[in-house]
């Protein structure tokens, strides 16, 4: 029996209100400075690193053997993919000819860039993504990568404890730099029950994340977390959310994950706006507020003069179809459209954002205290199952994702 997990849920869950898609449904028709050169530029005082930085290695809670570059150049180079090592990791570059590019690491698998192609022939970077100094155990300087695009999951079953994924081994390439480049990495759990595939997609006017599940397991598996994306902008001020109107929606503490950002002082102010919104919060504790809320309720009717936990949800329905993301706030929406479009007017352009197989929208936005283009000039959208796990039967196949789609090509 495996032991007790705080992603336990304490509810029963509901049905789901809409089917799964199939991702490709949505898709379109057609030194510290070396780590740096491999994501969005930050001007060098918000990465807060030295030009004298040596060779790095990427910092890491998991422990990453060294990927063999040779090995991967021999094998899957080609189709529009090249490979460079950083330190104890590589960096994969996927390149189309219209000038279009996405990088991920490996192994950890963060995306750690996506420049989509404009119609002014440019190119423009829509991810954010950070690169700080940190010193490791030996005391010796690593470099600490978060933002991008990454998988924060947690699964569990009645025949084995929680586990997360962490690194990702590259399984296959394929595709044309022509139009379209895959990439496919894989990752199984320790007792080979659990078996996963990321497969990330390059399009011209397209990136997406498609997570498969497979379980092999005699007993249901639950799935809990998601893909959450940093999207760079001008300042939160200067972004607008379109197509939101009408969603329900729960005021959430933000995910604390290796690779999400999240300002030391979020929450600690109050904030104009709906809410409040109460420091950080694991990926593991995301289930832990439902219970304390249920637990409260109970409390009350035993003795009325108890005040409500603070961590209580605040629920609401988001009555604001051009929302201005100015506030810090945190949400998870349900029943929230499958697509949806960010709008930044500071750099004059948008991107669609959609999801498939999951139910849920988890959106944070450090508020518009900080400076603009700083290291915080983000916000985060997650395509995830947090409220609600999503169950994977015995021999069932789950498949989720997320796109993001570039309207300003032509």
Request: proline share 6%; aromatic share 8%; glycine share 8%.
């Amino acid at each position: 029996m495996a032991s007790p997990s705080i992603f336990s849920p304490k509810f029963t869950p509901t049905s789901n209100k809409y089917p799964s898609i199939a991702l490709s449904s949505m898709m379109s028709t057609k030194s510290l400075t070396s780590f740096s050169s491999h994501l969005p530029s930050i001007p060098l005082q918000y990465v807060n690193c030295k030009r004298d930085f040596p060779i790095a290695k990427v910092a890491s809670s998991i422990p990453y053997e060294p990927v063999n570059q040779d090995y991967l150049e021999g094998e899957f180079s080609g189709h529009g993919v090249t490979f460079e090592g950083i330190g104890d990791s590589c960096v994969a570059k996927m390149e189309l000819q219209n000038g279009s590019i996405a990088k991920l690491m490996l192994p950890s698998g963060l995306i750690t860039s996506y420049k989509a192609h404009m119609w002014h022939q440019g190119v423009v970077e829509l991810l954010h993504t950070s690169v700080s100094e940190g010193v490791d155990d030996d005391d010796e300087e690593e470099a600490i990568i978060q933002g991008g695009i990454s998988l924060a999951l947690s699964f569990e079953s009645d025949d084995q404890d929680s586990w997360s994924p962490s690194t990702w081994s590259l399984h296959q390439v394929s595709g044309s730099p022509a139009d379209t480049i895959q990439i496919e990495m894989i990752c199984n759990d320790p007792g080979g029950k659990i078996r996963l595939k990321h497969i990330v997609t390059l399009e011209e006017d397209f990136l997406s994340s498609e997570l498969v599940v497979s379980n092999s397991s005699s007993t249901s598996l639950k799935l809990l977390g998601g893909v959450i994306s940093h999207l760079t902008v001008s300042s939160p001020d200067a972004i607008y959310v379109l197509g939101l109107e009408g969603s329900s929606f729960f005021t959430r503490k933000p995910i604390l994950s290796e690779f999400v950002i999240t300002p030391p002082d979020f929450g600690l102010k109050d904030q104009p706006g709906y809410g409040q919104v109460y420091g950080k919060m694991s990926l593991g504790a995301l289930m832990s507020t439902l219970s304390a809320r249920k637990q409260s309720n109970a409390d009350e009717t035993e003795n009325s003069n108890l005040s409500a936990s603070e961590d209580e949800d605040i629920e609401g329905e988001e009555d604001d179809g051009y929302k201005q993301l100015t506030d810090e706030m945190c949400r998870i929406y349900t029943y929230a459209p499958r697509a949806f479009t960010v709008m930044d007017r500071g750099r004059r352009n948008s991107l669609s954002v959609g999801r498939s197989g999951y139910e849920e929208l988890y959106m944070m936005s450090p508020g518009s205290n900080h400076e603009f283009y700083s290291k915080y000039a983000f916000i985060c959208v997650g395509q995830s199952a947090m409220l609600k796990p999503i169950i994977v039967s015995p021999g069932d196949e789950w498949r989720g994702g997320m796109f993001l789609h570039n309207p300003n090509l032509e």
